[in-house]
């Protein structure tokens, strides 16, 4: 529920960061505030954020709906992080993050399709650069510790042991994890 138990709003998202009223209707085919088309990738649709649109992040995450449905292809739910700042050593490292994830197939990472990565041209010469991964279906650790409280020794301990197990993996592959925090450690469900 949203702010004084309403329900939450229906439609799809602008992914234009610097637009005014991002929502649109479902049925729309570009944004009613700023025009931007709302098939990303003539692909992805935007349905719902994953956390508050707010300057004071540097990525927008979504979850979006897929709308190449090919029956050769396993179809899972994904997100679509997108890179709002411009500068170019965080373009950088989100492309070289983008290169690695789809080359890594582990069963605790999301996966990521070998066109999961592309740019949405904004006003010249901006770019967003944009990443879309399989969704991991769960609970964060932070939403689960709030809900459940403490965890036992043997818990915490298995669940550091899972933890460095995938760290050490993505490590070796070659990418580093910058942030690392219990929102963006996923209980699968």
């Known amino acids: 529920m949203t702010a004084a138990n309403q329900p939450p709003e229906i439609g799809c998202y602008c992914i234009n960061p610097r637009c005014v009223n991002r929502l649109?209707?479902?049925?729309?085919?570009?944004?009613?505030?700023?025009?931007?088309?709302?098939?990303?990738?003539?692909?992805?649709r935007l349905a719902k954020p994953l956390?508050?649109?707010d300057d004071d992040y540097s990525t927008d995450v979504f979850e979006v709906?897929?709308?190449?449905?090919?029956?050769?292809q396993e179809n899972w739910p994904k997100v679509l992080k997108v890179l709002k700042i411009q500068e170019t050593g965080a373009q950088i490292?989100?492309?070289r993050e983008s290169t690695i994830l789809m080359r890594l197939r582990h069963p605790n990472l999301p996966r990521v399709e070998?066109?999961?990565?592309?740019?949405?041209?904004?006003?010249?010469?901006?770019?967003?650069?944009c990443l879309v991964m399989e969704q991991i279906e769960g609970i964060n650790l932070r939403?689960?510790?709030?809900?459940?409280?403490?965890?036992?020794e043997v818990i915490a301990v298995d669940w550091l042991r899972q933890i460095t197990e995938l760290l050490s993996y993505v490590h070796e592959e070659?990418?580093?994890?910058?942030?690392?925090?219990?929102?963006?450690i996923i209980l699968k469900a």
């Open 174 to 184: 070659g990418l580093l994890q910058r942030d690392i925090k219990p929102s963006n």
């Open 65 to 72: 709906e897929d709308w190449d449905i090919n029956p050769d």
């Open 51 to 53: 956390r508050h649109l």
């Open 114 to 129: 070998p066109d999961g990565f592309f740019t949405v041209a904004l006003e010249p010469p901006k770019k967003l650069p």
């Open 24 to 44: 649109n209707p479902d049925d729309g085919s570009r944004c009613l505030s700023c025009g931007m088309p709302l098939l990303i990738n003539d692909r992805y």
């Open 143 to 152: 939403a689960w510790l709030r809900e459940n409280g403490e965890i036992t």
């Open 93 to 95: 490292l989100f492309e």
